[in-house]
């Protein structure tokens, strides 16, 4: 890579969640917040790409055959699950070290992923495509969102789709999702996000819209502290997810 | 490999088996029990399914043929007395027309192995293995599946074992999972008699001061009897002979059904409240009487049983449904955070209403009359009590409690 190429990696996040990989499969570790949040964000990706794909969401292996990019997959929360689900994976991640954790549990689950130590311009400019991109958690700890958003896209095949989770730049999110989760409530570690980093819907929809994809669906997800379960919402305030697509060739 | 183990052949197991393995055909699921095949043959006891269970047994296929042997329950009614009152005055009526929103009897009354043949012939179409005479031994929970030990010497590896083996629950000590547990010092004895004249539908439940005296409709001219006495008394009624138990029966049931007789036979059961202290644990979960045994005072053991039921399986398959690993606590946390309040409810109603009832104390009773008589004349009370009889409220309860497939 020359020096003067544009990179979407920033270095002191890589080595902050390598730091703590050891507990991405602990359900009371760390990532707790992730188990938790991965029932509906799963439910929307699997019912999003179930009706675009024309398939049964309740079937067995709804997503058979579909290839999949998860982009930024730690530890492989949401890689074994789409695998599960019937997917051909690629579950990609800056941190070794996080591989190497997927990889291991992987292989201890019986699941088949195909989990690589490489960046998203790195699959681009190998010429990668996929039916479905999956940007989980992400956007909010890279260095060049909209290169980095630009370089997901350009993967997206033709009628394919790209999904998009993170958390709004609102004063609400400040409250809840950096405050209130990092100090109060413990759920996260503090400096799990920093308020500068996030990013409104409208960052993230521009840049997809100038890469070709339009954007179909977008939905708030809320925690219901008497369930104790996150569900959708129509406030996008704190956490959002929202779909793209690729016209058909 | 196998996906799920299910340890426990009794009405709990069955239907979850039958239950997964009916809305994820995908599933390898395996069940076994310590019984020897047909030993549910002679099990002589009826137990009352209320609606939300009879929801749960016609998802599954079954009702239609448990329908034919059960007997609706379309009046209650409660009684607070000492046995040798001559006109017990009666505190609360339910009648059946129109109490439910279909009409529907608000429970049925079923002999218990028409529930579990039923079950087991479910089992068989869907070629899900039973293994009679089997138990589990010992099991050793690692990160991606369970090791168990079955007694017949064979093992299996399992993502996820179910335990539904009963109130001395055996894998829940092997789990390490602690119970809460209340004695009453008292049994419940279990018989069924035949009487001259019909029931019509009429259960009847009196509060008799060693504790609740309640009988239920069966088809013919037959009722189920639950009779709680203090266990010393209830062990001596069944071995006295008959004459004696009869007699005994006689002064409690009265005269207005004719003369009675004992058909089948007699059995004890002592009363208690067992809580497990947490139903799930690493690729291990706890159902029905494993996870809690209530005192049968207000009939809703068996209930209870079903809606842990109707919930596990529900979580079970809508994870897999999205591809995650089904033995892992965050999955199965679902389950305990959605059954845990109201078997918590459920327990603390039932102690109270026991220990409510089953005194002699003057000034407990005119409360407690006082309370069924305001019940009785509060239509909104009382309808919340039918609603709570049959299972059916609380929001967001397990789709097949309200007859919808997983």
């Known amino acids: 890579m020359s020096e003067t190429a544009r990179t979407t990696i920033d270095q002191a996040e890589v080595d902050r969640f390598s730091a703590m990989a050891a507990e991405w499969w602990d359900p009371n570790g760390k990532f707790r917040p992730l188990h938790k949040f991965n029932p509906v964000r799963l439910a929307y990706i699997r019912d999003a790409a179930s009706a675009h794909f024309g398939r049964d969401p309740k079937a067995h292996l709804p997503l058979e055959g579909l290839r999949v990019l998860d982009i930024g997959c730690g530890g492989g929360l949401l890689s074994e699950p789409m695998a599960r689900m019937g997917a051909i994976v690629v579950g990609a991640d800056a941190s070794e070290k996080n591989i190497g954790i997927a990889k291991t549990h992987a292989a201890g689950s019986g699941v088949e992923v195909d989990y690589r130590a490489v960046t998203a311009e790195a699959l681009a400019e190998a010429g990668e495509s996929f039916d479905i991109v999956l940007n989980m958690e992400v956007v909010e700890h890279v260095a060049d969102v909209d290169f980095f958003l630009t370089t997901c896209a350009s993967m997206v095949r033709p009628d394919g789709m790209m999904f998009v989770a993170t958390i709004n730049r609102t004063l609400k999110a400040a409250a809840l999702a950096i405050f209130a989760a990092e100090n109060v409530l413990r759920w996260l570690p503090k400096g799990t996000h920093q308020y500068e980093k996030l990013v409104r819907p409208e960052e993230i929809e521009k840049p997809l819209q100038a890469a070709g994809l339009s954007v179909t669906d977008r939905t708030g997800v809320f925690f219901n502290p008497l369930s104790n379960q996150w569900n959708l919402s129509k406030d996008m305030d704190v956490n959002y997810m929202l779909v793209a697509r690729r016209a058909k060739a | 490999m196998i996906d799920i183990l299910v340890a426990g052949g009794g009405y709990v197991g069955l239907s979850l088996a039958v239950a997964l393995k009916k809305a994820a055909p995908h599933l390898v699921v395996e069940l076994v029990d310590p019984a020897p095949a047909g030993a549910w043959q002679r099990d002589e006891r009826a137990s009352a399914l209320v609606a939300a269970a009879r929801n749960l047994l016609a998802v599954l296929g079954v009702w239609d043929k448990i329908e034919p042997e059960a007997e609706p329950i379309r009046r209650m009614v409660i009684t607070d007395s000492r046995a040798g009152d001559p006109v017990r005055p009666v505190f609360l009526t339910f009648e059946g027309a129109g109490t439910t929103e279909e009409g529907q009897p608000f429970a049925h009354m079923v002999p218990n192995k028409a529930v579990t043949g039923s079950l087991l012939e479910a089992a068989g179409s869907l070629s899900l293995p039973v293994h009679w005479e089997t138990s589990v031994v010992d099991f050793a929970t690692g990160p991606h599946l369970t090791e168990v030990t079955l007694s017949n010497g064979e093992a299996r590896q399992a993502k996820l074992l179910i335990a539904c083996d009963g109130v001395r629950s055996k894998l829940r000590d092997i789990a390490g999972i602690k119970t809460v547990r209340f004695e009453y010092g008292q049994s419940g004895i279990v018989t069924t008699v ?120 529900e979580t079970i398959v809508e994870a897999d449904r999205l591809g995650l690993d089904i033995g892992s606590l965050s999955v199965l946390e679902r389950y305990e955070t959605w059954r845990r309040f109201d078997t918590f409810r459920m327990g603390v109603t039932t102690d109270v209403l026991n220990r409510l009832f089953s005194n002699d104390v003057t000034p407990v009773r005119v409360v407690r009359d006082l309370g069924l008589g305001i019940v009785d004349r509060l239509p909104g009370l009382k309808s919340f009590f039918i609603r709570q009889a049959e299972g059916l409220t609380g929001r967001n309860q397990p789709r097949m409690l309200v007859g919808e497939a997983i």
């Open chain 2, 194 to 313: 035949e009487h001259e004249r019909p029931h019509e539908g009429t259960a009847e439940e009196h509060f008799l001061p060693a504790g609740p005296f309640a009988t239920l409709p069966m088809t013919g001219n037959r009722s189920s009897l639950v009779w709680t006495e203090r266990t010393e008394d209830a062990n001596r009624l069944i071995e006295s002979d008959d004459l004696v138990f009869e007699e005994e029966l006689e002064r409690r049931f009265g005269h207005k059904l004719g003369t009675l007789r004992v058909v089948g036979g007699r059995k004890a059961f002592p009363l208690g409240l067992t809580l497990a202290r947490a139903f799930v644990a690493p690729r291990f979960a706890l159902a029905g009487d494993a996870a809690h045994g209530i005192h049968p005072i207000s009939g809703q053991g068996l209930n209870l049983g079903f809606k842990d039921v109707a919930a596990l399986a």
